[in-house]
């Protein structure tokens, strides 16, 4: 499965905030997105994920254009895991995780032993077994940020859409997420807010400035210091772990310079 | 933590095999409330012979033939029998409603009339009682101006809610209740400029509603229509969870919940409608027993769809008794009943459980 896009514009109350992009979604990769607040990466998600529509370009997935399919065909293909999920009625865990059935339901079909048994082995993958009958409002945010990605994970699709999926979590909940993420071997396409966070998971990535891609590749090719003074108009200095090979950005603040 | 412990006790509550037995259970006190219920009335009528003409009526047995007519037979079949049947299925279909309209606009402080539906009724009752308007409908043109009256502003609401962009769960809360204001206040208008103590009466009688007017042919109609749309809603509870959840969410579960919303509006409306032609405006009970389910079984509208509408049916049945002989010689209209006994059990589970009414996030 691969996803596509082509010269993708999208506005907001009238003001355009992706402006023209192109970008691919290889099978098998971890593609990530880039970008300060405001530079138009959730922006674009959500027209790939059919809750905006773009305002130009076109957007393929597999084969198919993305407007020829209902949400529900596209639901079977591509889930969601974004950032913020509030649920302001009493869900038990079991029952939101569930619902990531419903796009391969029909209308008057009600849920079978495979729902309950694919449920049952979504929460061993994001290693939330024996909380099903957990309130959901209840977990922390870490707990039900996994809870989102079981419930992504029964909709059995091959693509997977991460929305800054790791704000608000404690360092140790942002890598269990995401290592449950990367040892599923889907593809994913997602948004980061943290560098390092990136660069430690994505087998590329695009850089996004203002609604366009400035800058496409692998995290070390991409991520210098020179990007991110003109990005960000921070200083830092970029170095890569002899054991690990993994890049480390560490941010000088204004005051130390002196 | 609270919560851990509410979780707890109920943990076995949550189970489905649980659920369908609570349901028979439901089902089961439901049929004792009928046959107790119907025993019990402002007229004395031995047990004997109240179950003489129901043996007669339902089931033609011969040997109780003399029980097909007479005063104690128009008294069961014809008053208070009807009166129990409405109970039930406007007990389960403002309960079943009660649920709906909280999905529908994302609202835990929701009841079937907060889009401006009971406003909308009172406003079309007051017109006919006060002005005379829809006599020529017929002898309940009253319950049928308040039906038009209820059904015009939920179409009105959502239109104006779909005006400029998609409607969503606030926009149709605010255009409800700004079309709830508009017509209480022509109700009000109407009520002040006249002179008619009488009919004042009427319709401070009308508002707080009354199974009194209950007869055969309206029931059976009653009955096609709400355990009609009952039934239509237990095959949707995916996508009444996922309005909860929000639009988003649910495009990405695959449903766009626009088309839904839209004709989960109109069915309640026509559900309302028909309650409130019947009985006017009885009211709390569709906050009351959504909140009282949900204690127990959670959110899931798999669940708490069947077991709302079999315990609103035997609530109201009792809360009718109760308005028939807690004053004797008089009927208290069912509305303040309801209150009455509902508001102090609801506040003592309120202050007892930790359920949290949707608050806790």
Wanted: glycine letters at 10%.
């Amino acid at each position: 499965m691969e996803l596509s896009c082509k010269e993708v514009a999208a506005s907001l109350g009238g003001n355009p905030i992706v402006k023209g992009i192109d970008l691919t979604v290889k099978e098998g990769e971890f593609i990530g997105i880039i970008g300060p607040n405001g530079s138009g990466k959730s922006t674009l998600l959500k027209c790939i994920y059919r809750v905006l529509k773009p305002s130009g370009g076109t957007i393929r997935l597999g084969n198919q254009d993305l407007n020829s399919l209902s949400v529900k065909e596209s639901a079977k293909q591509m889930a969601v895991v974004a950032q913020h999920n509030y649920y302001n009625f009493d869900f038990t865990v079991q029952e939101v995780v569930l619902m990531g059935r419903a796009p391969h339901k029909k209308m008057l079909e009600r849920d079978n032993a495979d729902d309950y048994r694919l449920v049952k082995e979504s929460l061993r993958q994001v290693t939330m077994s024996g909380f099903e009958n957990r309130i959901f409002s209840s977990l922390s945010g870490g707990e039900q940020q996994r809870v989102i990605l079981a419930r992504a994970l029964v909709q059995q699709t091959q693509f997977l859409i991460l929305d800054e999926p790791t704000n608000h979590l404690d360092i140790k909940y942002q890598l269990q997420l995401l290592d449950a993420v990367k040892r599923l071997r889907l593809t994913v396409l997602a948004a980061f807010h943290d560098l390092n966070i990136a660069a430690m998971y994505c087998d590329k990535l695009y850089v996004m400035n203002s609604g366009r891609v400035i800058r496409f590749g692998t995290p070390k090719e991409v991520l210098t210091e020179q990007l991110l003074k003109e990005l960000y108009e921070v200083n830092a200095k970029i170095t890569e772990d002899t054991e690990s090979g993994l890049l480390n950005i560490r941010y000088t603040p204004s005051y130390m310079k002196g | 933590m609270k919560k851990k412990n509410f979780n707890k006790e109920n943990r076995l509550l949550l189970h489905t095999p649980v659920y369908i037995g609570v349901c028979l259970v439901l089902v089961f006190l439901l049929v004792l409330s009928l046959f107790a219920a119907v025993t019990i009335g402002s007229v004395n009528i031995s047990v004997k012979d109240v179950y003489g003409v129901i043996a007669c009526r339902f089931l033609g047995l011969s040997g109780f033939s003399g029980y097909a007519s007479g005063s104690i037979h128009d008294v069961v079949w014809l008053i208070r029998l009807p009166r129990l049947f409405s109970a039930i299925v406007i007990g389960a279909g403002l309960a079943v409603c009660g649920i709906v309209i909280q999905a529908i606009v994302k609202n835990p402080l929701a009841d079937p009339y907060i889009l401006g539906i009971s406003s909308g009724a009172s406003l079309g009752a007051t017109l006919a009682i006060m002005l005379g308007v829809g006599t020529v409908l017929g002898g309940n043109y009253v319950g049928i101006t308040a039906f038009m009256g209820a059904f015009a502003v939920s179409l009105l609401v959502m239109t104006i809610a779909n005006v400029g962009g998609r409607a969503n769960s606030v926009k149709l809360l605010l255009a409800g209740m700004a079309i709830s204001s508009a017509c209480s206040a022509f109700s009000s208008f109407t009520v002040y400029f006249s002179n008619d103590k009488e009919g004042i009466q009427n319709i401070t009688y009308w508002l707080m509603g009354s199974l009194a007017g209950a007869k055969w042919p309206a029931i059976k109609v009653m009955y096609f229509v709400i355990i009609g749309g009952i039934l239509f809603f237990m095959t949707q509870y995916r996508t009444l969870n996922m309005m909860l959840l929000g639009d988003e969410v649910s495009v990405t579960l695959g449903t766009d919940l626009h088309k839904f919303r839209r004709l989960y509006l109109l069915i309640t409306s026509v559900m309302i409608g028909f309650i409130v032609y019947s009985s006017g405006m009885i009211g709390f009970i569709g906050l009351l027993i959504p909140h009282f389910v949900r204690m127990f079984f959670g959110t899931d509208h798999k669940k708490i769809i069947p077991v709302s509408a079999l315990t609103g049916s035997v609530f109201l049945i009792w809360a009718d008794v109760i308005s028939r002989i807690l004053v004797p010689k008089t009927e208290l209209p069912i509305g303040i009943v309801i209150s009455m006994i509902g508001a102090p059990c609801f506040i003592y589970l309120l202050v007892k459980k930790t359920y949290g009414f949707g608050g806790n996030g």
